[in-house]
């Protein structure tokens, strides 16, 4: 049976949409479906996103939470879940109840720059503050910790002299597009896993077969 998606997303979703053109685009040999897409934010654009395509979209209450939470993905018979711009921190039935199933696309180099409040452009405007000449985009297993769980791949995104935040952070979402889907994609089929000992198996060969956009 094709692996039953669900995305979390708390904003835009542009990272919902690569993943949706992705899967779409494997056509009737698709290895994954986006089921289900929830937000705590009614107006997070990803809801519209989901509509617009009749994927089921819930706005979760503040209810929803812990148990209440875990219960709603089991309800769509969930096998992975992606949280694409997800700022909540995801409750530990969920974390639990899907370990080695559950992911999450961060836009630096991690461990740099990641974990509470980290997020958004404040991620952007600490990699320039530190002066460091790369960044980049990391996808990792969701584990009890803001971003620290187990790398599944990473792709380098070079800091130009003078980059502002707004214009790194385009050049950084657009490598997002291009390693999270293929990334979720090898944890849904299987490809890649999280063993017993915490550690990541398997790899595959699209995640060096992507190009970082060249600056202009
Ligand atoms: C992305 O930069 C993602 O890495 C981060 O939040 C942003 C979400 O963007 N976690 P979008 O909602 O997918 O457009």
Redesign the pocket.
């Known amino acids: 049976m094709t692996p039953r998606v669900a995305v979390l ?10 993943i949706l053109d992705y899967f779409d685009a494997q056509g009737t040999e698709r290895r994954a479906e986006v089921v289900l897409v929830a937000s705590e934010r009614v107006t997070a ?2 809801l519209e996103r989901a509509r617009a395509r009749g994927i089921a979209a819930v706005a979760l209450d503040a209810a929803q939470r812990g148990e209440a939470m875990a219960s709603l993905l089991a309800s769509y018979d969930v096998d992975v879940i992606a ?4 700022l909540r921190f995801v409750p530990v039935d969920v974390t639990r109840g899907w370990r080695g199933r559950i992911v ?4 630096s180099l991690l461990p740099s720059f990641g974990g509470a409040g980290m ?2 452009s404040r ?1 952007h405007q600490a990699v320039i503050a530190a002066g460091v000449r790369v960044t980049g ?1 990391t996808v990792h297993f969701v584990d009890e910790e803001y971003d620290r769980g187990p790398i599944i791949a990473q792709w380098p995104v070079p800091v130009l002299p003078d980059d502002a935040p707004e214009a790194l ?1 385009e050049r ?2 657009a490598v ?1 597009h291009m390693l999270y889907p293929a990334a979720l994609d090898a944890v849904a089929s299987g490809r890649v896993a999280l063993g017993a000992d915490g550690r990541v198996t398997g790899w595959s060969p699209e995640f060096s077969f992507i190009c970082s956009p060249q600056p202009a």
Do not use: D
Not at 104 to 107: E, G, S, Y
């Open positions: 997303a708390s904003g835009g979703g542009s990272n919902l949409q690569a654009r990803a949280l694409a711009g997800y999450n696309v961060h836009p997020y958004g991620v985009v952070a950084v979402l997002e």
